[in-house]
């Protein structure tokens, strides 16, 4: 039997893959996601941000009492399952609430007046339909400030989300933004959307019926078609904002726009996140089709406090890896190149094998990336293995040449000319 990767899964692989396969096969290539997470690391670095990695699974009712009991998430795309001595456990559908757990349950916060700027790489999982760019198990980086109130502090977690899109080579982008209110604002806004589709309730679709109890507002992130007519008329949370949030809103378009930075208004726009008040924003793609959000975030005051924390606030967003490789490899601006070995070792005899292993040792230990034979082929193969491997130079080990001295090959020029082996590194042009 011949196993295969499960449903909406993928390995990522190394080398290169065949200009025949689909373009999501090309994605999954090694050296993309490492110049993608080199690239996101810098851009974390340039704002002062450090890494946190929490546990791939957690506790099911942190995701319950934090992402929020009526979401999709919850109700229909996490992993849930018990272990052997009988906890109940979900593997991680997003990254925040982990993030809050760990600040929480180490004391991270320290109480008022500490701003903590922290950034993961994650994998995570849930259970939906397949779809180009959207897996089982997906990939995001993440970013999440926390202890900072200030608009200013929204307006640097936008800055930096699109500092990262910009540094991998996305473009044509376009920044949303709105604001979901305060839990002191919403009531009056859930029970006029409640009212608005209410005489429609028959004819909406089957999840917005649900969310019309639960979670009205849900209702306006619906792609369904039978949704779109009752959604253009309903009631804008921007009509109901308190002042606290008016003013918080106003300060951060304000930030914006102080930093040059292109946005527009979308009073429709929600997250599908229960924790998310005040600023809401999104970064859509116009190279995708309805799944076009490459970035997405918000400020989610109140949420350290309902998993165990102090009641600190806190403003993020998350990116999807396959996403915004997808958007790369469309425009065939593709991420990063492969590394190739900046010199290959032709060896043919035992003794010029056994030199070839110590000179590989040398020139490693001096940062040079280095190949050479394994498998005893003759010198024509290891030359054809050199050039499809990209090396830029050949070193021959012959018997005939003085001891600790190689034939320098240049792949560009066809140059060749002895160098002893201490002269290599100097030599060779990185």
Not at 40 to 68: M, S, W, Y
Not at 334 to 351: F, M
Not at 356 to 363: E, F, G, M, T
């Amino acid at each position: 039997m011949a196993f295969q990767a499960p449903r909406g899964t993928h390995d990522i692989l190394p080398g290169e893959a065949p200009a025949s396969q689909e373009p999501d096969q090309r994605l999954f290539r090694s050296y993309k996601w490492q110049a993608l997470e080199a690239t996101f690391r810098d851009v974390c670095a340039r704002f002062g941000a450090e890494e946190i990695r929490t546990p791939l699974f957690e506790a099911t009712d942190l995701f319950h009492r934090g992402v929020g009991e009526s979401t999709d998430i919850v109700t229909k795309e996490t992993y849930d399952f018990q272990d052997r001595g009988g906890d109940q456990l979900t593997l991680r559908p997003e990254g925040t609430a982990g993030v809050m757990r760990a600040i929480a349950q180490h004391g991270l916060a320290g109480g008022q007046g500490v701003l903590l700027r922290l950034y993961y790489v994650n994998s995570h999982f849930r259970y939906e339909r397949p779809q180009r760019g959207r897996y089982r198990q997906h990939h995001q980086v993440g970013v999440e400030y926390v202890g900072a109130e200030d608009p200013a502090a929204d307006v640097e977690v936008i800055a930096l989300g699109l500092t990262y899109l910009a540094a991998i080579g996305l473009s044509d982008l376009r920044l949303e933004l709105n604001s979901v209110g305060t839990p002191a604002c919403r009531p009056a806004h859930r029970a006029a959307l409640q009212d608005h589709f209410r005489p429609s309730l028959a004819r909406l679709s089957e999840d917005s019926q649900r969310r019309f109890e639960t979670n009205p507002l849900r209702i306006l992130d619906s792609k369904d078609p039978r949704d779109q007519e009752f959604i253009a008329g309903a009631p804008a949370m921007l009509d109901y904002l308190d002042d606290e949030a008016a003013d918080h809103f106003a300060r951060v378009r304000a930030g914006l726009d102080n930093l040059g930075l292109a946005y527009t208004v979308n009073p429709r726009l929600v997250r599908g996140l229960d924790y998310y008040q005040k600023t809401a924003f999104e970064v859509v793609s116009g190279a995708l089709g309805s799944q076009n959000v490459v970035l997405g975030g918000g400020r989610y005051d109140g949420l350290l406090e309902q998993v165990g924390g102090p009641a600190l606030p806190g403003v993020g967003w998350g990116s999807g890896i396959e996403r915004a490789l997808l958007i790369l490899e469309q425009g065939e601006a593709p991420l990063g190149a492969r590394h190739a070995p900046h010199i290959y070792l032709v060896a043919r005899e035992p003794a010029e094998r056994a030199a070839a292993q110590r000179l590989a040792a040398a020139l490693r230990a001096a940062g040079l990336r280095v190949d050479y034979d394994l498998q005893g082929r003759s010198q024509k193969a290891q030359l054809r293995g050199a050039n499809s491997a990209g090396c830029a130079w050949v070193a021959f080990l012959r018997d005939d040449l003085p001891p600790e001295v190689v034939q320098l090959k240049s792949m560009d020029s066809g140059e060749q000319r002895e160098v002893a082996w201490a002269d290599l590194p100097a030599t060779i042009s990185v």
